[in-house]
């Protein structure tokens, strides 16, 4: 049996287990801070995943129903909106 991966740097010495990054994930949350999310219209999108591609943090991932964006460690940044060519996501102020 081999041993589990360490990444020494981001979690600090803990074995890479499917708990751990899961850890890390609501760890680093950025939910409680942002001021406007994007909300992708799955009528407009053509499924062409340019956001996947744009998203500086990689919290949009493809699936066979279109792109999906983790809320969790999204930061609202706008680049997907930006960038999308069919203006299939807008930015709307997040309700707390």
């Known amino acids: ?6 990444d020494w740097i981001s979690l600090k010495r803990i074995p890479l287990t499917e708990q751990s990054i899961e850890r890390m994930k609501n760890s680093r949350a950025t939910w409680a801070w942002r001021v406007f999310r994007p909300v ?8 062409c995943f340019t956001c996947v591609d744009y998203c ?6 493809k699936t066979d129903k279109g792109p999906v ?12 909106a930006n960038e999308c060519l069919f203006n299939a996501i807008n930015m709307e102020r997040e309700i707390k």
């Open 40 to 47: 992708i219209d799955k009528d407009t999108c053509t499924r």
């Open 69 to 80: 964006i983790d809320y969790n460690l999204c930061k609202g940044c706008g680049v997907c």
């Open 1 to 6: 049996m081999s041993k589990p991966k360490v």
């Open 56 to 61: 500086p943090d990689g919290v949009i991932v």
